[in-house]
């Protein structure tokens, strides 16, 4: 059964650098999604993504953050200049269209110091 | 906005026994999705069980199944037979259908359930 994958599995980063996660949605999905989770709290969107543009963006998601789909299988999550703040789990999502469930991929876990 | 409340922090069963966990959501949306998804101490998120507000008929996934009351903004979860591997947090999610509608999951807060041996 197609899944989504993450990349790395586990982060660790100094605060004030930059980090990519990346993530391999499921192959015939359109619609790709981030989401985070602050340790022992309920799971926030971040920030969905279509045709190769932001469809939607919460208002976490502010200038240090922003996607890219970089090839025809990639999608990424950069944070520019990492505060200890984003330290959280984040999860890729993807959908076959908008308002479709999501599958969810097994996160990375980051972790600024 | 919608909001997702699930009251149980965490709950614990025997194995084998029945247990709810319970949800609400308020929203002024009339087409939406309900979700059900299990994380298990891997972190994983995955998906338990569906429901489309459209549908009277409450969904049913094998040892798992739902009662959705849309009148009552209601959306509970029932594991029958509950067994060990079901120990995980649980969470409630909303999305509308609607074309206007976010594209996000709205999560609730979660129920750690623990199946006893």
């Known amino acids: 059964e197609p899944e989504v994958t993450q990349t790395p599995s586990h982060q660790v980063t100094q605060m004030g650098q930059e980090v990519i996660l990346r993530c391999v949605p499921i192959s015939n999905h359109l619609y790709f999604y981030w989401y985070r989770q602050i340790l022992g709290q309920k799971v926030e969107f971040l920030v969905s993504?279509?045709?190769?543009?932001?469809?939607?963006k919460s208002e976490i998601f502010d200038d240090q953050f922003s996607v890219e789909r970089p090839d025809g299988s990639n999608f990424t999550l950069k944070i520019r200049s990492t505060k200890l703040e984003d330290s959280a789990m984040y999860f890729c999502a993807s959908s076959v269209e908008r308002s479709e469930t999501q599958y969810f991929g097994p996160g990375t876990r980051l972790l600024v110091l | 906005a919608q909001t997702v409340t699930q009251s149980q922090p965490e709950m614990s069963v025997q194995e084998a026994e029945t247990v709810t966990l319970s949800c609400t959501y308020d929203?002024?949306?009339?087409?939406?999705?309900l979700f059900w998804y299990k994380q298990p101490p891997s972190r994983q998120m995955i998906l338990v069980i569906r429901?489309?507000?459209?549908?009277?008929q409450n969904a049913t996934e094998n040892r798992f199944s739902v009662n959705f009351q849309k009148a009552a903004k209601s959306f509970s979860l029932k594991i029958s037979d509950s067994q060990l591997g079901d120990t995980a947090m649980y969470f409630c999610?909303?999305?509308?259908?609607?074309?206007?509608?976010?594209?996000?999951?709205?999560f609730g807060k979660g129920t750690h359930l623990i199946i006893q041996p």
């Open positions: 429901q489309e507000a459209y549908k009277q």
């Open positions: 993504f279509y045709n190769n543009e932001i469809s939607e």
């Open positions: 929203t002024s949306e009339n087409n939406y999705y």
């Open positions: 999610a909303f999305m509308p259908r609607s074309g206007g509608g976010a594209d996000g999951l709205t």
